[in-house]
């Protein structure tokens, strides 16, 4: 349990998570999407680009969301057995494509587990 802070009222606790578990992030999101919903004209859209094999199992894909005239990747994601054949980078680029034909000029931007800007 971490030090009480002097900034927060009395009947809150504050505490620390190393860990969240996906409800706990899941329930954060929520609520700032429903703060959003009441506060900011939103619209917002999601999307998929995915490619499947013969025996159309997925081997790679990329999911976002088109949103304030943004395009944000969430996830981007290749098959073991398509790794290093450029298949990351030829989504990246379809998708950079959509951003006209779908009402956003901006490209949004998020980082890999890595750190690099995807």
Known sequence: MMQPATDFPAELSLSFDAAPAPEIRGTLGQAINAFHARTV?????????LLRDKGDELAAGLSGVLSWQWLFVEALWVGDAWRG???????LARRRLMRPRKGATRPGSTRSRRGRSI
């Open 85 to 91: 054949r450029g298949l990351g980078r030829g989504l």
């Open 41 to 49: 004209p939103q619209d917002s859209r999601r999307f998929a680009l």
